[in-house]
């Protein structure tokens, strides 16, 4: 079982950015799946979402109209097109699978089983 995290990259204000993680070893439509980032000094930041069996995406208000989650699943992987990008995005960023569907643990690092190894986003001109 293994989350595959990749797509960082450095990238100027305002442009855009689209991460991927890909599944090996196990159905990630299966699962619900989350996006995760982490800055230097601050706590591992839940952003979006997707629950198994649901199409509905979830998002954070700090990337809400910015970002979008979505899935392939003849490719097993879950994107994060990420769009106008900000300075404050500036993170590593982590996909993460797990099996509940409550929405409140969703948006929790506890509410995941497998994570992914991380990708760096800097966001700098």
């Known amino acids: 079982v293994q989350l595959q995290a990749s797509g960082g990259g450095l990238v100027q204000p305002g442009g855009s950015l689209r991460l991927s993680c890909a599944a090996s070893?196990?159905?990630?439509?299966?699962?619900?799946v989350g996006w995760f980032r982490q800055a230097p000094g601050n706590e591992r930041e839940w952003i979006s979402g997707?629950?198994?069996?649901?199409?509905?995406?979830f998002y954070t208000d700090s990337v809400k109209g910015r970002f979008t989650i979505s899935r392939d699943t003849a490719k097993n992987t879950v994107y994060l097109q990420m769009n106008s990008l900000k300075p404050e995005d500036t993170a590593v960023y982590y996909c993460?699978?797990?099996?509940?569907?409550?929405?409140?643990?969703?948006?929790?690092?506890?509410?995941?089983?497998?994570w992914g190894q991380g990708t760096l986003v800097t966001v700098s001109s």
């Open positions: 993460a699978s797990g099996s509940g569907t409550i929405t409140s643990t969703m948006r929790t690092v506890r509410g995941y089983d497998y």
């Open positions: 070893g196990f159905t990630l439509a299966y699962t619900t």
């Open positions: 997707l629950k198994r069996g649901n199409s509905n995406p």
